[in-house]
């Protein structure tokens, strides 16, 4: 059987669905979480769409009460009954959940053909104002956790690196995108630095100009948040300013260049 990735989401769609039901045949007053009532609210539009029952306009005004209804149909003949609410059945959720969903989204095919379904606030007339951020958690501890630090030569505290100001050009013929942890020196084992296609460093002259030095990468990273990266265009005629940091911590590299470097500071290691 061959599958376009629309069916095998639809398919999707109601293995999620059919998980739900079995779950609400063992517990009926189960909490459903946010996964769970989207998978009910999507299967229960594509079902009535499929059988053309309902029309797009009437899919639009589906609420928990109509799924609900649906789900009492199926669980039935297992025995099992839903709580009622207002002497309808209804299915409970968890905290956050009726915050979370202002609007369900599902493109079904109908007898004339496929239309998407906008269902808004699914779970409630009006939507209610909420703070609730799925997956924020603010840290009660707002002071900053120190890492990367290095050693103070008058025997201070340890500090963070204040790095060293480079200057950067792309002699290369297509861009350059350098993340925060990324050995300077492989960056330009094919070329570059000075004379070859790739980026060139040159180090600064102590007036905040570029030298016509190049300079020593070996052991360094981009001083920049880690995650982020640093994209350098082709043909950039102008040096860019930049700042680097020692590599530091176990001083190893995982998963860039097969290649070996070490200076007299650090030792690289990267597979």
């Known amino acids: 059987m061959h599958l376009t990735p629309h069916e095998q989401e639809r398919l999707m769609i109601r293995a999620a669905a059919d998980l739900v039901e079995r779950r609400l045949i063992r517990q009926p007053d189960l909490e459903l979480n946010y996964p769970e009532v989207v998978a009910l609210f999507a299967a229960y539009v594509l079902e ?3 059988h053309d029952t309902k029309t797009v306009a009437e899919l639009m005004d589906t609420n928990l009460g109509d799924v609900a209804a649906e789900l009492q ?3 039935t003949p297992f025995g099992a009954t839903l ?3 207002a002497n309808n059945p209804t299915v409970k959720l968890l905290p956050g959940v009726r915050e979370v969903i202002d609007n369900v989204q599902v493109e079904a095919t109908f007898k004339d053909g496929t239309k998407l379904v906008v269902i808004p606030h699914p779970l409630c007339d009006v939507q209610v104002p909420t703070t609730v951020h799925p997956g ?5 501890d707002t002071t900053p956790v120190p890492y990367n630090l290095e050693d103070d030569p008058n025997g201070g505290p340890r500090r963070f690196p204040t790095g060293k100001k480079l200057w950067v050009k792309n002699t290369a013929d297509r861009p350059i995108q350098v993340g925060s942890h990324y050995h300077l020196d492989d960056v330009n084992k094919h070329g570059g630095n000075v004379g070859g296609k790739g980026l060139d460093f040159y180090e600064d002259d102590g007036s905040g100009q570029m030298s016509s030095h190049p300079a020593d990468v070996n052991g360094y990273r981009l001083h920049i948040a880690a995650g982020t990266s640093e994209r350098f265009e082709p043909g950039d005629t102008a040096a860019r300013e930049v700042w680097v940091v020692p590599i530091r911590g176990a001083l190893e590299v995982w998963g860039l260049h097969e290649a070996r470097t070490t200076t ?6 990267q597979r």
Do not use: F
């Not at 007299?264 to 290691?269: W, Y």
């Open 48 to 50: 009535e769409a499929r």
């Open 73 to 75: 149909k199926r669980l």
């Open 83 to 85: 709580p009622t609410s």
């Open 136 to 140: 924020k958690y603010d840290h009660p």
């Open 264 to 269: 007299a500071e650090a030792k690289v290691t």
